[in-house]
């Protein structure tokens, strides 16, 4: 799981096989795991570029998209993602924090509402959809999605989504601790 050995092994698997759309959509990920979103952009171009049908790539550029604040973008590539793949739970969260981003909170909600309906284990969503919903005053649901993400963060052993989500719940239990 450590992204600067998985960059090392992409990089390999490049040079053995230029061709590899899926090495270099991996690779991207792990450049984005290490915040280096506009270099995971450029893999995943070439990854949709070698195969303009990897559903994946699409949304995994429009999630880095998000993380630098092209949002509009970042919606076109999970709009093609889930033409693509209307199962890729991911890309609909992905399109959900950018319609979050640009403070469309009801489409954002339904995304997420999507993206749990088809993986209804999925932490990331249930986190967003519960960061999402007291903008709308909707505090005891929003409450609700964040101990789910809790514990489903705890499941998975995600350390840093469990710090998020505590860091959640404790605002909306304590507003005045802003």
């Known amino acids: 799981k450590n992204p600067i050995e998985a960059i090392s092994a992409y990089d390999q698997a490049i040079r053995l096989d230029p061709g590899n759309s899926a090495a270099y959509n991996n690779r991207g990920g792990a450049k984005g795991d290490l915040g280096q979103h506009k270099e995971a952009i450029k893999d995943f171009d070439e990854a949709i570029r070698l195969d303009p049908s990897n559903s994946v790539a699409y949304g995994n550029r429009g999630g880095a998209k998000v993380n630098i604040g092209q949002h509009e973008e970042a919606i076109q590539d999970c709009d093609l993602a889930i033409r693509l793949n209307p199962e890729d739970s991911a890309a609909y969260c992905s ?17 997420y509402n999507e993206a749990i309906r088809l993986n209804p284990k999925y932490s990331a969503a249930y986190y967003s959809r519960g960061l999402a919903k007291p903008l709308l005053g909707r505090i005891d649901e929003a409450r609700s999605d964040l101990q789910t993400a809790l514990r489903l963060a705890k499941e998975e052993g995600n350390e840093k989504l469990v710090t998020a989500i505590t860091d959640a719940l404790r605002l909306i239990d304590n507003p005045e601790t802003k």
């Open 95 to 111: 399109r959900g924090l950018a319609k979050a981003s640009m403070q469309q909170y009801e489409a954002a909600i339904q995304d």
